[in-house]
């Protein structure tokens, strides 16, 4: 007899989250049921994989190199899954109680890319605060539903239709921005949810984030270089100072905006400021040395 397809299939990128793992997949199995899947794309050193396996054995566990980045193991992920809707997060999060739901509910809507909010978790510290701001500030709530021009991939979900037809801009990696890109160009509109809700907890040290934050920004220069003239890459080289600051202004306008965390800005901008270099220098060095191979 045959198997009918989840409707939803999420897929979780996990990397050294032996802090969060278990809240995370608990809260997924609670909402799961013959209608979705839930899949671990996992490449940890430290001590996660034993936790996926000891207590979470149902749920199907998909090992990667311990070099490859998040958009890798979501793209692994993502070939693996079967569902007609792909959500994507990663074990850093703790979804809220409706997610699950939530996201089937506003996948009623024909936009094929839906994103949602991102929280901070109430036991976070400074560093973790930093990160929050570096990464998540544009998601903090309150905003109201509507098309953005761009959402968070930590929190995303897409009509498996949709990226299907646009495979060829996630051959490497699910990049969230190359995908958008390549959907918007289609003519589809991404959609924001302020219902659908996860909370970031604790992913990186200090030094880790550093690292991340470096290659991150090196992948999305070189994957800018790519539609760069040879002047307008020089533009972008000579222009790349700014990137800090630019940055840093849109932080400081969510949260004014927003009317929150001014504390927890303030305590955390020395740190924030040292992310947003490392990726500075991470973007620089891909427009003037492409992404890594």
Known sequence: MA??????????????????????LTSLQAQRDESAEILVVDNSTDGTTDILREQFP?????????????????????RQSTGDIVAITTAHFIPETNWVAQILEAHQDSSPAIGGAIENNVSAGIVDWALYFCRYSKYMLPFRRGFVSEIAGDNASYK??????????????????????????????????????????????????????????????????????????????????????????????????????????????????????AWTM?????????AER
């Open 160 to 277: 498996r239709l949709a990226i299907d037809q646009c495979e060829h801009a996630w051959h490497d990696g699910f990049w969230e921005q190359a995908v958008h890109r390549e959907l918007r160009k289609r003519g589809a509109q991404l959609l924001i949810d302020p219902s659908i809700i996860i909370y970031h907890k604790r992913s990186f040290g200090f030094r880790e984030f550093m690292k991340q934050r470096y290659r991150h920004g090196r992948q999305f220069g070189g994957w800018r270089l790519r539609n760069l003239t040879g002047l307008t890459r020089m533009i972008h080289i000579g222009l790349s100072p700014m990137i800090p600051f630019v940055l840093l202004y849109r932080i400081l306008r969510e949260v004014l905006v927003k009317h929150r965390h001014y504390k927890q800005l303030l305590l955390s901008l020395p740190i924030l400021s040292l992310f947003l270099l």
């Open 3 to 24: 198997v009918d397809r989840p409707k939803l299939s999420v897929v979780v990128a996990s990397h050294n989250a032996r802090i969060s793992i278990e809240e995370c």
């Open 58 to 78: 149902h749920i199907r566990l998909i090992p990667r190199s311990p070099s490859q980045l998040i958009p890798e193991l979501w793209g692994a992920g993502i």
């Open 282 to 290: 991470g973007e620089l060095t891909g427009y003037v040395l492409s």
